[in-house]
């Protein structure tokens, strides 16, 4: 009794390591998958990055500034550089616009903007960012502080700038509030 339970076990023994040795040659490691993985994306960032130019999206962002304090500044004016540097290294076009209005308008005016040497800078090196300010705005300071509202030299002025990203994006364009 002793030798047939010695044979089953090693029988049973031979049968696992049949089993594992088929599971190891039909499912590739972890490793080959991840391998196989990281592949693709490359592949699929390649195909993305060497689009024909006729495939190529024309992307469009807007930018809303609406209160009047530096951090929120410096995040748009962030998101607007790295949408525009992650487009120009696809090799795809994009337009942005910084839109204030309100308290916002303070980013764009010549005498109170907290980041007026940032603008200056990328107004220069990315021309696909552009500024815009809210005329509506611009007028009801210039009542309330009883004199001339002076905007720095990189933003032009729309009559509303709320209508001004309405309109935007009824246009297809992409709206971020940061």
Known sequence: ????GRSARTGLAGVV?????ALLIVAPSATAQ???QTTAKKQTTAQTSKRPAAEKKQHQLVLQVNTNEPAMM???LNNATNVAQ???DLDEKVTIEIVTFGPGLHMLRDDTSPVKARITA????????SFKACGNTQENMS???NKEIALV???KVVKSGVVRVMELQERGWSYVKP
């Open 1 to 4: 009794m002793m030798e047939f």
């Open 17 to 21: 390591a049949l089993v594992i040795a």
């Open 34 to 36: 991840e391998k196989k």
């Open 74 to 76: 410096n995040l748009a």
């Open 86 to 88: 992650y487009y120009k």
């Open 122 to 129: 990328i107004a220069a090196s990315t021309p696909a960012i």
């Open 143 to 145: 009542k309330a502080e």
């Open 153 to 155: 030299s990189e933003a």
